[in-house]
């Protein structure tokens, strides 16, 4: 295992239900700590720059809509294994899937509003921390 950083966004229907405290509690409770925080209303074109490996998939333009509908919660999460764990933490993209005490699975309704996101590597979380968070915001330990 490795101390690792990840990106993670608390999507629009999230920050909308209130539960930005509950979410955060969850990745606390897991050991994960908050290293970055700030609120966004995404443009289009910053959330089509975020999601631009998805730009040729058929979900791309709602993913775009959806994402730009309200005000999202951006951290970055670090730990030990903090990508996969903050994986696990989320569960499946399809909230239907999603394992029983997930944050998808407790919070989210349908697989275009998910609640949250997560990077998936680490060269994508690097990729994406950099995207939002110049790195005299990123708190260093
Ligand atoms: P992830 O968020 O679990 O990593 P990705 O495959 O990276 O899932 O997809 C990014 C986001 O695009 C998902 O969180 C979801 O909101 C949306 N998405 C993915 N697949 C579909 C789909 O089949 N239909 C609609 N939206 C999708
Ligand atoms: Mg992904």
Redesign the pocket.
């Known amino acids: 295992m490795a101390l690792e950083k990840t990106l993670s966004i608390i999507?629009p229907d999230a920050v909308e239900k209130n539960v930005i405290g509950k979410v955060l509690s969850r990745f606390e409770d897991a050991g994960l700590k908050i290293s970055a925080m700030r609120f966004a209303l995404l443009s289009k074109d910053d959330a089509a720059g975020f999601?631009a490996?998805?730009k040729d998939?058929?979900?791309f333009n709602?993913?775009v809509e959806?994402m730009t509908s309200g005000p999202v919660c951006i951290q970055v999460l670090e730990g030990e294994d903090a990508i996969k764990k903050n994986?696990d933490l989320?569960g499946?993209?399809?909230p239907t899937k999603a394992d029983k005490g997930t944050i998808r699975a407790d919070f989210a309704v349908s697989?275009?509003?998910?609640a949250?996101?997560?990077s998936?590597s680490e060269e994508n979380a690097a990729i994406e921390i950099a995207y939002f968070f110049p790195s005299m915001n990123v708190y260093a330990r």
């Open positions: 999507k999601y490996v998805h998939r058929p979900f709602d993913l959806f994986r989320m499946a993209t399809d697989i275009d509003a998910n949250v996101h997560g998936d």
